[in-house]
């Protein structure tokens, strides 16, 4: 997914998380919901996102804002 705003990169990373199972608490006073870890949508392959580089901000100025986040659909 491409996102070209900070509030939509957030939108796009939250989901993610949540769809690959990966927005876990690690609280020990916080029930597990085990129906909720079977419910895996999405493998995500980059931990971070990614920004474009020098030579395609130089090709295309209005890419600076944009990033890139990989998942695969399971």
Same mark, same amino acid.
């Given at each position: 997914m491409v996102?070209?705003?900070?509030?939509?990169?957030?939108?796009v990373k939250s989901?993610?998380?949540?769809e690959a199972g990966l927005d876990q608490t690690y609280s020990r006073?916080? &029930?597990e919901n085990i129906q909720e870890k079977s419910a895996r949508n999405f493998h995500v392959i980059t931990k971070s996102a990614i920004s474009p580089s020098k030579e395609e901000i130089a090709a295309? &100025?209005?890419a600076?804002?944009?990033?890139?986040?990989?998942a695969v659909k399971i």
């Open positions: 996102s070209f705003h900070s509030l939509e990169d957030s939108i989901f993610l998380k949540k006073y916080q &029930p295309n &100025p209005r600076r804002s944009s990033k890139m986040r990989i």
